[in-house]
């Protein structure tokens, strides 16, 4: 396991994630990138509302300082 969180954030570049923001928004989809600040870019991104429901948004920029967690998700 890597003991820097930012070199196993890296490890999930292609693959589908799970993240929560700070204000509770919950969005999953394909992580495309990420920089020295955790700032994210995912593809084919899909809010959650806590419903269950789905809203499709495809590119989506997150700022690494509005994260409270990244799940990776099964394939």
Known sequence: MA???LVLLKTFVGKTVMVRTQDGFEVQGRLSSVDEYMNLSLDDSEHIAEDGGRLRLG????KGE???FIALLPS
């Open 66 to 68: 509005n994260l409270v």
């Open 3 to 5: 003991s820097d969180p």
């Open 59 to 62: 590119l989506l920029h997150v």
